[in-house]
């Protein structure tokens, strides 16, 4: 029953610390309540500064280089190629071999020979 008694006070005290922290508080600065060990004991209140951004939300460096890499990969050949000026006409035998293609797919279905 003793522990009891003084497990109040200690939430008592606590709340006295919080009170305190918060009037000493800078603009933007929060203070995470604290938490309860395993134990029953208490962790002390964190405090958090203005503008402070966790390791995990914090992006991933890049290079400029390794953004150009990015960046060239998606394109189509060197930087300034337009593939639509490059194509050539289809020749006649290009056209026939796709129409005879086209037919065999027809009559075979979508198989092969």
Sequence with gaps: MAM?????????????????LSKTLKEGERILAPTRRPDGTL???????????PQ???AIYKSKGALWRKE????????????ALNAKPKTK????NE??????????GWKLP
């Design 4 to 20: 009891a008694g003084s497990g109040g006070r200690e939430g008592e005290e606590e709340l006295k610390q919080l009170a305190e």
């Design 43 to 53: 962790r002390k209140p964190i405090r958090i500064r203005a503008g402070y951004v």
């Design 56 to 58: 995990d939300e914090v």
């Design 72 to 83: 060239m990969a998606s394109q189509e050949g060197p930087p300034g190629y337009d593939p």
């Design 93 to 96: 035998s290009v056209k026939r």
């Design 99 to 108: 129409r005879k293609k086209e037919k065999r797919l027809q009559t075979f």
